[in-house]
């Protein structure tokens, strides 16, 4: 009997279980991938913190040690004290930094990121961390513990801003009335502006004239100025004259005065020659005058003059020394 047999079918048995083959073992490739990522084939232990409250927190969320993923939270319970414990697996290999003086600290990666476990670096000296130990925990402020931190910080400032712009707005405050001031200022200063150019106007009116003034005086002054020159150079050649005779009229005065003193001189020896004969002159003239008149009292008696010649009065002679 011949059968025939179509040529697709031809080592059916062989394709599919080599398509079967690929299968398992994408399978596998997916399960060590998963497995690579969730840390199960790589040696790890244990470590524990306990917090306040489990917000932030979930199971899976990484575990880093200077930004590099070491491990992941394992599980997070309630215990009895109604804290939250937290248990973390960490590769073995990450151990020897770990140690007594780490701590663990809830961060967010950025601003906005996701929240991770951080763990820091221990001292050198310090005692690495066993398998189930306690890990010291450090509380960081979250995102909405520091808005409302900011919140307290920028309220006192809102009010005291509400209080300035009261204050700036109040009718009756210093900066209401402070503006009405400016604005009454600016007022007057505008007024005053046009006082001040009425009175430049005036003032430049005043100078025009006074420089008009001026002009006409200088004008004045230097005709003056030109008539008095003539004067001045005939001044000036007498007073050349007066220098020129000048030595000569005291050289005359000079010999006067030599003249004058020789004189004054000869006149005092004199006087001192004549000075003692005046009292005996006087005395001649006194003698001389009483017979004079002892002749006239005898012709008076005498006719006939007797008759017609008046009385005479009696002199009174006044003895005089020798200076007078």
């Known amino acids: ?164 712009i009261g204050y700036v707005n109040d009718p009756n405050g210093d900066i209401k009335q402070s503006m009405k001031n400016i604005r009454k200022l600016t007022a007057d200063l505008h007024s005053t502006r046009e006082k001040v150019d009425a009175l430049l106007t005036d003032s430049k009116q005043h100078v025009g004239r006074l420089t008009a003034g001026t002009e006409m005086l200088l004008k004045n002054t230097g005709d003056k100025i030109n008539a008095i020159a003539p004067v001045l150079e005939k001044v000036d050649r007498s007073m050349t004259t007066v220098e020129q005779h000048l030595p000569q009229l005291l050289e005359k005065a000079a010999t006067t005065m030599d003249h004058l003193d020789k004189t004054s001189r000869n006149l005092e020896k004199i006087s001192g020659t004549v000075a003692p004969r005046v009292p005996v002159l006087l005395n001649s003239a006194d003698g001389t005058l009483q017979g004079a008149d002892t002749v006239v009292d005898a012709l008076k008696d005498t006719w006939p003059l007797k008759n017609h010649v008046p009385v005479p009065r009696e002199r009174e002679l006044v003895p005089g020394d020798s200076n007078e």
Do not use: C
């Open 1 to 164: 009997m011949i059968t025939e047999e179509d040529r697709r079918f031809k080592h059916l048995e062989k394709k599919i279980g080599f398509f079967v083959a690929i299968a398992i073992a994408g399978f596998l490739a997916v399960i060590v991938f998963i497995g690579m990522d969730n840390d199960l084939f790589t040696p790890k232990y244990r470590l524990k913190f306990t917090v306040e409250k489990g917000t932030g927190f979930s199971r899976g969320m990484p575990v880093k040690l200077s930004g590099f993923r070491i491990g992941r939270i394992n599980s997070i319970s309630l215990n009895e004290m109604a804290r939250v414990d937290i248990e973390i697996q960490v590769g073995k290999a990450y151990q020897k930094w770990i140690k007594k003086d780490s701590v663990v600290k809830l961060v967010k990666e950025g601003l906005v990121g996701d929240s991770i476990i951080e763990v820091s670096v221990g001292t050198h000296n310090a005692e690495v961390l066993k398998d189930g130990a306690v890990i010291t925990f450090e509380k960081t402020k979250g995102l909405e513990e520091v808005a409302n931190d900011l919140a307290d910080q920028v309220k006192p400032v809102l009010i005291e801003v509400k209080d300035i």
